[in-house]
Protein backbone atom coordinates (compact mmCIF):
# COMPACT_ATOMS: atom_id res chain seq x y z
CA UNK A 1 0.00 0.00 0.00
CA UNK A 2 1.15 3.52 -0.72
CA UNK A 3 0.23 6.95 0.69
CA UNK A 4 -1.85 7.92 -2.27
CA UNK A 5 -4.14 4.61 -1.28
CA UNK A 6 -4.49 5.62 2.16
CA UNK A 7 -5.18 9.28 0.28
CA UNK A 8 -7.70 8.22 -1.23
CA UNK A 9 -9.36 5.25 1.46
CA UNK A 10 -9.16 7.82 4.27
CA UNK A 11 -9.81 10.78 2.80
CA UNK A 12 -7.33 12.81 3.14
CA UNK A 13 -5.99 16.01 2.82
CA UNK A 14 -2.83 16.68 1.09
CA UNK A 15 -1.19 19.69 2.12
CA UNK A 16 1.65 18.80 0.72
CA UNK A 17 4.06 16.30 -1.32
CA UNK A 18 1.69 15.61 -3.96
CA UNK A 19 4.51 14.17 -5.97
CA UNK A 20 5.80 11.47 -3.42
CA UNK A 21 2.51 10.03 -3.14
CA UNK A 22 3.92 6.73 -4.50
CA UNK A 23 5.95 6.15 -1.02
CA UNK A 24 5.26 2.55 0.27
CA UNK A 25 4.11 2.12 4.12
CA UNK A 26 5.07 -0.36 5.79
CA UNK A 27 3.34 0.48 9.43
CA UNK A 28 2.09 3.40 11.67
CA UNK A 29 3.03 5.00 14.79
CA UNK A 30 0.78 7.32 16.72
CA UNK A 31 2.30 9.87 19.68
CA UNK A 32 2.77 13.05 20.63
CA UNK A 33 6.12 12.42 22.27
CA UNK A 34 9.09 13.38 19.80
CA UNK A 35 11.38 11.68 21.57
CA UNK A 36 9.38 8.94 22.13
CA UNK A 37 8.35 8.92 18.20
CA UNK A 38 12.21 9.24 17.35
CA UNK A 39 13.20 6.47 19.42
CA UNK A 40 10.33 4.24 18.93
CA UNK A 41 9.10 4.16 14.88
CA UNK A 42 10.01 2.81 11.83
CA UNK A 43 11.24 3.44 8.40
CA UNK A 44 8.01 3.66 6.08
CA UNK A 45 5.67 4.45 9.11
CA UNK A 46 2.67 6.85 8.40
CA UNK A 47 2.99 8.95 12.09
CA UNK A 48 -0.18 9.84 13.73
CA UNK A 49 0.42 13.02 15.50
CA UNK A 50 -1.41 16.44 16.47
CA UNK A 51 2.02 18.51 16.47
CA UNK A 52 2.53 21.00 13.73
CA UNK A 53 5.56 22.59 13.77
CA UNK A 54 9.04 22.14 11.87
CA UNK A 55 10.82 19.41 14.30
CA UNK A 56 7.77 17.07 12.73
CA UNK A 57 9.46 17.22 9.43
CA UNK A 58 13.22 16.61 10.85
CA UNK A 59 11.96 13.35 12.72
CA UNK A 60 9.78 12.12 9.95
CA UNK A 61 12.74 13.15 7.35
CA UNK A 62 15.46 11.40 9.76
CA UNK A 63 13.18 8.06 10.46
CA UNK A 64 12.11 8.75 6.57
CA UNK A 65 8.50 7.98 7.52
CA UNK A 66 6.11 7.14 4.49
CA UNK A 67 3.91 10.27 5.60
CA UNK A 68 3.01 12.42 8.41
CA UNK A 69 -1.21 12.57 9.15
CA UNK A 70 -2.28 15.42 11.65
CA UNK A 71 -5.74 14.71 13.06
CA UNK A 72 -8.35 16.69 14.26
CA UNK A 73 -8.33 19.65 11.39
CA UNK A 74 -4.65 21.07 12.52
CA UNK A 75 -3.09 22.53 9.86
CA UNK A 76 1.06 22.65 9.30
CA UNK A 77 2.92 25.60 9.76
CA UNK A 78 4.34 27.29 6.77
CA UNK A 79 7.71 26.20 7.87
CA UNK A 80 6.61 22.81 8.34
CA UNK A 81 5.36 22.84 5.15
CA UNK A 82 8.33 24.09 3.21
CA UNK A 83 10.69 21.56 4.94
CA UNK A 84 8.40 18.78 3.81
CA UNK A 85 8.93 19.61 0.41
CA UNK A 86 12.45 19.67 0.75
CA UNK A 87 11.94 16.57 1.88
CA UNK A 88 9.97 15.05 -0.13
CA UNK A 89 7.40 13.72 2.72
CA UNK A 90 3.84 14.32 2.46
CA UNK A 91 1.20 15.90 5.42
CA UNK A 92 -1.47 14.94 4.85
CA UNK A 93 -4.48 15.94 7.38
CA UNK A 94 -8.24 14.86 8.29
CA UNK A 95 -10.80 16.31 10.41
CA UNK A 96 -11.06 12.81 12.27
CA UNK A 97 -10.01 12.44 16.13
CA UNK A 98 -6.77 10.21 16.75
CA UNK A 99 -8.12 7.06 17.61
CA UNK A 100 -10.95 6.87 14.62
CA UNK A 101 -8.11 7.48 12.16
CA UNK A 102 -5.69 5.20 13.65
CA UNK A 103 -8.30 2.75 14.01
CA UNK A 104 -9.22 3.10 10.23
CA UNK A 105 -5.17 2.85 9.13
CA UNK A 106 -5.10 0.16 10.88
CA UNK A 107 -7.49 -1.76 9.39
CA UNK A 108 -6.60 -0.77 6.35
CA UNK A 109 -3.15 -2.00 6.29
CA UNK A 110 -4.14 -5.11 7.84
CA UNK A 111 -5.96 -5.89 4.74
CA UNK B 1 36.12 13.29 7.60
CA UNK B 2 35.53 15.73 10.40
CA UNK B 3 32.21 17.97 10.66
CA UNK B 4 31.69 20.32 12.31
CA UNK B 5 27.89 22.29 13.66
CA UNK B 6 26.84 25.01 15.95
CA UNK B 7 24.06 25.23 17.90
CA UNK B 8 21.77 28.02 19.75
CA UNK B 9 20.05 27.13 22.72
CA UNK B 10 16.23 27.97 22.07
CA UNK B 11 16.90 27.65 18.73
CA UNK B 12 14.31 24.28 18.00
CA UNK B 13 13.95 25.86 13.96
CA UNK B 14 17.49 24.14 13.28
CA UNK B 15 17.63 21.32 15.27
CA UNK B 16 18.30 18.04 13.15
CA UNK B 17 20.61 19.71 10.68
CA UNK B 18 23.83 18.40 11.94
CA UNK B 19 21.65 15.17 11.88
CA UNK B 20 20.80 15.42 8.72
CA UNK B 21 24.25 16.31 7.45
CA UNK B 22 26.22 13.38 9.41
CA UNK B 23 23.28 10.79 7.89
CA UNK B 24 23.85 12.11 4.25
CA UNK B 25 27.58 11.93 4.70
CA UNK B 26 27.35 8.23 5.94
CA UNK B 27 24.97 7.05 3.07
CA UNK B 28 27.90 8.82 0.81
CA UNK B 29 30.65 6.82 2.37
CA UNK B 30 28.44 3.61 2.05
CA UNK B 31 27.41 2.82 6.25
CA UNK B 32 24.87 0.02 6.45
CA UNK B 33 21.35 1.64 7.11
CA UNK B 34 20.76 0.09 10.54
CA UNK B 35 24.03 2.05 11.78
CA UNK B 36 23.21 5.00 10.46
CA UNK B 37 19.64 5.05 12.25
CA UNK B 38 21.25 4.08 15.32
CA UNK B 39 23.72 7.30 15.24
CA UNK B 40 20.69 9.91 13.82
CA UNK B 41 19.21 9.19 16.60
CA UNK B 42 21.73 9.61 19.33
CA UNK B 43 22.72 13.00 17.68
CA UNK B 44 19.34 14.44 16.92
CA UNK B 45 18.39 13.45 21.06
CA UNK B 46 21.79 15.19 21.84
CA UNK B 47 21.33 18.21 19.46
CA UNK B 48 17.72 18.49 21.22
CA UNK B 49 18.87 18.72 23.85
CA UNK B 50 21.39 21.33 23.31
CA UNK B 51 18.19 23.56 22.09
CA UNK B 52 15.90 22.65 25.47
CA UNK B 53 18.38 22.97 28.25
CA UNK B 54 21.31 24.91 27.31
CA UNK B 55 22.31 28.23 26.19
CA UNK B 56 24.78 27.49 23.42
CA UNK B 57 26.67 24.57 22.02
CA UNK B 58 28.72 22.75 18.97
CA UNK B 59 29.35 19.13 17.97
CA UNK B 60 32.16 17.51 16.64
CA UNK B 61 32.07 14.81 14.35
CA UNK B 62 34.74 12.78 13.38
CA UNK B 63 34.59 9.95 11.14
CA UNK B 64 37.20 7.38 10.68
CA UNK B 65 37.30 3.70 9.15
CA UNK B 66 36.15 2.35 11.94
CA UNK B 67 33.71 4.60 14.18
CA UNK B 68 32.13 7.66 14.07
CA UNK B 69 33.08 9.88 17.09
CA UNK B 70 30.81 12.36 18.11
CA UNK B 71 31.26 15.16 20.90
CA UNK B 72 28.02 17.51 21.95
CA UNK B 73 29.75 20.12 23.96
CA UNK B 74 27.74 22.73 25.63
CA UNK B 75 27.63 25.93 27.64
CA UNK B 76 24.97 25.93 30.25
CA UNK B 77 23.07 25.04 33.47
CA UNK B 78 24.77 21.63 33.92
CA UNK B 79 23.41 18.10 34.94
CA UNK B 80 23.60 17.99 38.75
CA UNK B 81 22.38 14.13 39.09
CA UNK B 82 23.80 12.43 35.98
CA UNK B 83 22.05 9.08 37.21
CA UNK B 84 18.76 10.77 37.58
CA UNK B 85 18.62 12.42 34.63
CA UNK B 86 19.24 9.20 32.92
CA UNK B 87 16.17 7.82 34.19
CA UNK B 88 13.05 7.54 31.55
CA UNK B 89 10.82 9.87 32.61
CA UNK B 90 13.15 12.35 34.48
CA UNK B 91 12.93 16.19 32.57
CA UNK B 92 13.19 19.26 33.58
CA UNK B 93 11.86 20.71 30.11
CA UNK B 94 9.56 24.33 30.15
CA UNK B 95 6.10 24.16 29.73
CA UNK B 96 7.18 25.55 26.31
CA UNK B 97 9.05 22.81 25.15
CA UNK B 98 6.74 20.49 26.39
CA UNK B 99 3.77 21.66 24.58
CA UNK B 100 6.44 21.17 21.07
CA UNK B 101 6.16 17.56 22.02
CA UNK B 102 9.87 17.57 23.44
CA UNK B 103 10.09 16.62 27.69
CA UNK B 104 9.39 12.72 27.94
CA UNK B 105 12.42 11.99 29.65
CA UNK B 106 13.36 9.82 26.89
CA UNK B 107 15.88 11.41 24.55
CA UNK B 108 18.99 10.14 27.13
CA UNK B 109 17.98 6.49 26.83
CA UNK B 110 17.73 6.73 23.65
CA UNK B 111 20.98 8.26 23.09
CA UNK B 112 22.11 5.09 25.44
CA UNK B 113 20.24 2.72 23.22
CA UNK B 114 21.07 3.68 20.01
CA UNK B 115 24.77 4.76 20.61
CA UNK B 116 27.28 1.82 20.91
CA UNK B 117 29.35 3.62 23.33
CA UNK B 118 28.32 7.09 25.07
CA UNK B 119 29.64 9.33 27.90
CA UNK B 120 28.33 11.88 29.65
CA UNK B 121 30.41 14.50 31.97
CA UNK B 122 28.67 17.80 33.36
CA UNK B 123 29.18 20.68 35.77
CA UNK B 124 26.83 22.59 37.40
CA UNK B 125 26.27 26.17 35.74
CA UNK B 126 29.02 25.37 33.24
CA UNK B 127 27.93 23.10 30.71
CA UNK B 128 27.66 19.33 29.46
CA UNK B 129 30.05 17.10 27.41
CA UNK B 130 28.20 14.04 25.22
CA UNK B 131 30.20 11.95 23.59
CA UNK B 132 28.51 9.26 21.58
CA UNK B 133 30.38 6.69 19.67
CA UNK B 134 29.51 4.14 16.88
CA UNK B 135 31.39 1.44 15.17
CA UNK B 136 30.73 1.44 11.28
CA UNK B 137 31.44 -2.45 10.79
N1 LIG C 1 22.69 19.37 27.56
C1 LIG C 1 22.01 19.42 28.72
N2 LIG C 1 22.17 20.48 29.57
C2 LIG C 1 21.49 20.54 30.73
N3 LIG C 1 20.62 19.59 31.14
C3 LIG C 1 20.42 18.54 30.35
C4 LIG C 1 21.09 18.39 29.10
N4 LIG C 1 20.71 17.23 28.54
C5 LIG C 1 19.82 16.67 29.39
N5 LIG C 1 19.65 17.45 30.49
C6 LIG C 1 18.80 17.16 31.67
O1 LIG C 1 18.46 15.77 31.66
C7 LIG C 1 17.02 15.63 31.58
C8 LIG C 1 16.68 14.39 30.79
O2 LIG C 1 17.08 14.54 29.43
P1 LIG C 1 16.33 13.71 28.30
O3 LIG C 1 16.90 14.09 26.98
O4 LIG C 1 16.36 12.28 28.66
O5 LIG C 1 14.82 14.21 28.44
P2 LIG C 1 14.19 15.61 27.99
O6 LIG C 1 15.14 16.33 27.11
O7 LIG C 1 13.76 16.32 29.20
O8 LIG C 1 12.92 15.12 27.18
P3 LIG C 1 12.91 14.41 25.72
O9 LIG C 1 14.33 14.13 25.36
O10 LIG C 1 12.10 13.18 25.89
O11 LIG C 1 12.28 15.39 24.81
C9 LIG C 1 16.55 16.95 31.00
O12 LIG C 1 15.21 17.22 31.30
C10 LIG C 1 17.50 17.93 31.66
O13 LIG C 1 17.13 18.17 32.99
MG1 LIG D 1 15.97 15.35 25.45
Same mark, same amino acid.
Given at each position: ??????????????????????????????????S??????????????????????????????????????????????????E?G???????K???????E??????? | ??????????????????????? &????K +??????? !?????? $??? *?????????????????????? &????? +???K??? !?????? $?M? *??????????????F??????S????????M?????V????????I????
Amino acid at each position: MNVSDIVKELDLTVFTGEDYLSREIYGGYVSDLLSDVMGFSSEGDVWITLQTHKNVMAIASLKEHAAVILVKGFKPDQDTINHAAEEGIPILGTHKKTFEISGELYSLLKK | MKLEFAISGGDFSRAGIASSEVK &KMLKK +INVEPKI !IKRVVV $ALY *EAEVNVCAHAYKGNIFVEIDGT &KIKID +IIDKGPG !IENIDE $AMK *EGYSTASDAVREMGFGAGMGLSNMKKNADEMSLESKVDEGTKVTIINYLK
